[in-house]
């Protein structure tokens, strides 16, 4: 399974846009790039997905590099309540044997009012 | 509110005992999945199921056992407990049977302690 890298931990001040990089620089062509975020005591929430193009949604936006072998989750302001353990995962394609999630260690975010 | 309903949130047993955790899905969500996550080892998936059938299996221990019904709901049997199983057990659901794009929705998780 491809797997990404994230750094362990980022902080960022309240109200200011936080860049999450991760790598994933054996990632294959119809791997999905996905963004979930855990807040503390609860489950992992869906933040955002990709596979080639930049998206954005309500929640952030996820830039992802021309050759695919990174990507980064841009939380444009970042308040209180985004502070979280954020994960980049590769979501197998769909003619592999599994189609769940593959949880690493993460980003823990933490922001500083 | 994800709409992936888990019960019981909090269970407190001791070793050697039999436990089972209890999840529905979102309405719609064919898929069930059953994720593990203690201190030392973050979130492990366990099992999966899709429309009533296995289909995937992670890091289940024999002890544990899972099933989903007709009406997809899904359940989690952990048997012959220990100190080590003690952790916070989510489940979640998905429409389909997993597919790069489809999203994962969790529950809120079912808190073990083992004692």
């Known amino acids: 399974d491809a797997k990404t890298t994230q750094p362990n931990s980022m902080e960022s001040n309240e109200e200011e846009p936080v860049h999450l990089p991760c790598n994933h620089s054996t990632i294959s062509g119809t791997d999905y790039i996905h963004w979930y975020r855990q807040l503390p005591s609860q489950g992992p929430e869906y933040v955002i997905h990709?596979?080639?193009s930049n998206v954005n949604n309500r929640m952030a936006s996820l830039a992802i590099a021309e050759d695919r072998k990174s990507s980064t989750l841009i939380l444009h302001r970042a308040t209180l309540r985004d502070a979280a353990v954020y994960y980049c995962i590769l979501r197998l394609s769909p003619g592999g044997s599994q189609g769940n999630l593959i949880f690493g260690k993460g980003t823990k975010l933490s922001v500083k009012p | 509110d994800s709409g992936v309903t888990q019960t019981p949130k909090h269970l407190i047993t001791a070793t050697g005992q039999r436990v089972t955790l209890r999840c529905s899905p979102r309405s719609g969500d064919l898929s069930v999945y059953w994720y593990q996550q203690s201190l030392d080892q973050g979130l492990q998936f366990l099992i999966q199921y899709y429309n009533g059938e296995e289909r995937a299996k992670g890091n289940i221990l024999e002890r544990f056992s899972a099933q989903q019904f007709p009406d997809l709901h899904s359940e989690l049997n952990l048997s012959s407990l220990e100190l080590g199983d003690s952790a916070l057990y989510f489940c979640?659901?998905?429409?389909?049977?997993?597919?790069?794009?489809?999203?994962?929705?969790f529950g809120e998780g079912s808190w073990l302690t083992v004692v």
């Open positions: 979640a659901s998905s429409v389909g049977r997993g597919i790069s794009g489809n999203t994962i929705y």
């Open positions: 990709g596979l080639t």
